[in-house]
């Protein structure tokens, strides 16, 4: 059964700690790791004990971690990735996602940087977002062909699919197999709205995940334009997926 986490993307104003307190208020007891861009993003190169120890006295437990991007300049960019890893697998972290600038930084460097993190007890996984390397769904098979790598897995980013027209049906299909990691919004168009009053088949999703046995995290994410309401909505996702898999069990 898969475990239900909050992304610091729906709110990167808050620090580590604020977004331990507002959270874990909300009922979540699981978090991605940032390493760059919001407030409560990691310092790799801080004692990981620091991160493990802020994380426990709000019950809460790190499961994923996001690497700074392979670049052309793989001379630089490879070992910062590497470093980002370590301190993921350290702080408990059981997924890294893999990141790259360009297509060719993807084909050029994540074999490397396999071969790097290969006994750290972390799920390599890539992404599709919307404006990256890997925007579309052709993008992301192109990607995986490309880097051709068993060790490799894949992230099925639900609301980015959704704003380039690609349904989260035809994303799982394409990669099934390999799916380790699972990003949820609710949406119109590229907006996203609270849970269940978008058009994302959200019900579906989460009834083909429990039926297919998925065992990772659905990291659930928030970035409506009234973003005064998004701690309300956050707690009233993590309710509406409960009640959803609740009655799926029932």
Known sequence: MFTIAVSPCSNPELGLEECFRAYGALGY????????????????LDDPRR???????YGFA???VHLPALTEDLDASLPQAVQAA???AATGCRCAIVKAKTK????????????????????PVVQNHKGTAITTLDDYLEVLDGVNDPRLMALLEVGHFHSVGVSWRRGYEALAGRIRHVHVKDQIGAQSVAFGAGE??????????????????????METQDKENRLRYLGEALDYIRRLVRDLRA
Do not use: H, Q
Not at 51 to 57: E, G, I, S, T, V
């Open 29 to 44: 007891r699981r978090f991605e790791m940032f390493t760059s861009w919001c407030k409560s993003a990691a310092n790799v």
């Open 51 to 57: 991160y493990l120890d802020a994380a426990a006295r």
């Open 62 to 64: 790190y499961c994923c």
């Open 86 to 88: 370590r301190f993921g």
């Open 104 to 123: 060719p930084d993807f084909f050029a460097g994540t074999r490397a940087l396999l071969d790097a993190i290969a006994e750290l007890p972390l799920v």
């Open 200 to 221: 994302i088949d959200l019900p579906g999703l989460l009834a083909r995940l429990v039926a297919d046995g998925y065992g990772g995290d659905v990291v659930v994410e």
